[in-house]
T-cell receptor, first 114, second 114 residues
Framework: QKEVEQNSGPLSVPEGAIASLNCTYSDRGSQSFFWYRQYSGKSPELIMF????GDKEDGRFTAQLNKASQYVSLLIRDSQPSDSATYLC??????????????FGQGTILTVHP | GAVVSQHPSRVICKSGTSVKIECRSLDFQATTMFWYRQFPKQSLMLMAT?????????EQGVEKDKFLINHASLTLSTLTVTSAHPEDSSFYICSAGDRVVGYTFGSGTRLTVV
């Protein structure tokens, strides 16, 4: 079982719709969760992070965390063609010799069509 | 915001030569630097974690004698790919970690070994 799993997609949504991206993780000790957006040939850009169970909203983006289910999601409202990218879920683990390292999922390709 | 400057952005080298990639944190002190490698259509794979003034901690399967990491100061970390071969061609990305700023990624280095 992979440590962080995402549906690789591609996920295609029409402009203006809500895009829903999902991520599950295996380590119950994981402390914080990050969503990054990566355009082709570029490095990841942080969208938002979440530590606590529940929802966290930032503009058109909402992250949802359910630690009991080991599940984190990202909702993108009013999707725009410029949102077309690969979305990476990353989980921060604690302890050991590599405190704070991020483990990434394989990414979900999102396409927003006009 | 926090900025990590990564150079070079692209490099082409001959098989058997060495290549050095630099990452500088411009406006904060990076106590920890993470080095990732990303092959086409794959996610980021952590190669190693380095703390300022200490030896790097390498992930399983990463050859420490081939990928030399130096983190001699709080603002500079380097990754040297020694005796590069075509299979080392990849996108290398650094990420500075700090408890205050979180994780800040460099812009990445596209390495092509011919």
């Amino acid at each position: 079982q992979k440590e962080v799993e995402q549906n690789s997609g591609p996920l295609s949504v029409p402009e203006g719709a809500i895009a829903s991206l999902n991520c599950t993780y295996s380590d119950r000790g994981s402390q914080s969760f990050f969503w990054y957006r990566q355009y082709s040939g570029k490095s990841p850009e942080l969208i938002m992070f979440i530590y606590s169970n529940g929802d966290k909203e930032d503009g058109r983006f909402t992250a949802q965390l359910n630690k009991a289910s080991q599940y984190v999601s990202l909702l993108i409202r009013d999707s725009q063609p410029s949102d077309s990218a690969t979305y990476l879920c990353a989980v921060r683990n604690a302890g050991g010799t590599s405190y704070g390292k991020l483990t990434f999922g394989q990414g979900t390709i999102l396409t927003v069509h006009p | 915001g926090a900025v990590v400057s990564q150079h070079p952005s692209r490099v082409i080298c001959k098989s058997g030569t060495s290549v050095k990639i630099e990452c500088r944190s411009l406006d904060f002190q990076a106590t920890t630097m993470f080095w990732y490698r990303q092959f086409p259509k794959q996610s980021l794979m952590l190669m190693a974690t380095s703390n300022e003034g200490s030896k790097a901690t390498y992930e399983q399967g990463v050859e420490k004698d081939k990928f030399l990491i130096n983190h001699a100061s709080l603002t500079l970390s380097t990754l040297t790919v020694t005796s590069a071969h075509p299979e080392d061609s990849s996108f290398y990305i650094c990420s500075a970690g700090d408890r205050v700023v979180g994780y800040t990624f460099g812009s990445g280095t596209r390495l092509t070994v011919v």
